[in-house]
């Protein structure tokens, strides 16, 4: 169905005991105001409201929900609910503070802490000079820790990308606007389109959802640091699974960075799940190793090998493919 516009809550409106100060963002499953609370500390809160089940014309408040989108609607009311119940049990500083959520206007609205600073994405189309080496082992490592903080408590992102890292101004990264609710939603109710972002989501985001798991949130991580380095999203999965263009990072990227760290890109972007790293703290450990001074490996010497049987296959994929690409850029 075509989608629909809708409209943020005017300026000045008291909702529950915030007061709405502007609107924030505006995305086809909800929108994100700056609020501030009855003691004047800023908040950030996202109100549910998916454009192809429900309408707020100007000057309105509640939303208007057709009689069939109902059932679908309320579904995804209580996914949204029951994320924001679940994200409050974090505390990370790497993972953003849900502080409170409740219902209110026919919907349901998730109470952030508000930070100061700006997303991955406006960061790296404004400071390329700035990619370096250290600066992608650094953020991502603490990037990692927030994500094995969520993966802990049984939770998956499935919308991580460099839109949804949020970088304070001393350069943390902070995990914001998960799409677990997303998911479910659309794994319940065919009539909504996938909420992911075509680049950053894995094949499974695709096909065979129910494969769906840490994994596949690593998936993003490694297209994540892809952009970082290209300034733009890789192909994205459906499409490499059809013809894979994307050349791989320890090829793109070869002796500009370490083998180290482009391999460890390259083993994130595994199209088959059981060849990328299992878990945030495989890849994390990658990251945190020292680099010896040929750049391919650790201090103590030679290239580390990655863990696990299903690891070498994906390494002899990566090899076939920079081959491929190697002989490609050769002079006839």
């Known amino acids: 169905m075509a989608q629909q516009v809708n409209h943020a ?38 109100e549910y409201l998916p454009n192809s089940l429900a309408l707020r014309a100007e000057g309105k408040i509640e939303p208007s929900i057709a009689e069939e989108h109902v059932p679908a609607f309320r ?41 100061n600073g700006r997303s991955l994405q406006e ?3 404004k400071n390329r000079p700035a990619i370096t080496e250290n600066f992608m082992r650094n953020v991502f490592t603490k990037l990692l820790n927030g994500l094995r903080e969520v993966h802990s408590h049984k939770l998956l992102h499935l919308d991580l990308k460099p839109a949804n890292i949020y970088m304070r101004n001393d350069y ?27 680049g950053f989501a894995s094949p499974e985001h695709y096909h065979q959802r129910e494969l769906l798991g840490p994994w596949s ?29 994307l050349v791989p990072a320890m090829i793109r990227w070869e002796r500009q960075y370490s083998d180290q760290l482009l391999e ?11 060849y990328r790293p299992q878990s945030a703290y495989a890849l994390q450990k990658v990251l945190t190793e020292p680099v010896g001074p040929n750049g391919t490996g650790p201090a103590a010497g030679g290239r580390k ?18 081959s491929k690409f190697k002989r490609r850029a050769e002079p006839e």
């Open 9 to 46: 809550l005017p300026v000045g409106f008291q909702l529950d005991e915030y007061r709405i100060e502007r609107q924030l963002s505006l995305g086809g499953f909800s929108i994100v105001y700056l609020a501030s609370n009855r003691e004047g500390q800023s908040v950030a809160i996202k």
């Open 75 to 115: 579904y995804g009311m209580k996914c949204f609910f029951e994320e924001g119940r679940a994200l409050a049990r974090l505390s990370h500083p790497n993972v953003i503070r849900v502080l409170n959520f409740f219902r209110a206007n026919n919907t349901v609205y998730m109470v952030m802490e508000y930070e």
């Open 123 to 125: 960061f790296i189309q």
């Open 172 to 198: 943390t990264p902070v995990l914001i606007d998960f799409g677990a609710a997303r998911q479910t939603l659309t794994d319940d109710t065919p009539m909504l389109k996938p909420m992911y972002t075509p």
């Open 217 to 245: 949130d690593i998936y993003s991580v490694g297209a994540s640091m892809y952009a970082c380095l290209a300034g733009a999203a890789p192909q994205a999965a459906d499409g490499r699974r059809e013809k894979d263009r």
């Open 264 to 274: 460890a890109i390259d083993w994130c972007l595994c199209l088959n799940h059981l």
């Open 305 to 322: 090998a990655w863990p696990g049987q299903m690891v070498e296959k994906s390494k002899t994929w990566l090899g076939q493919v920079a």
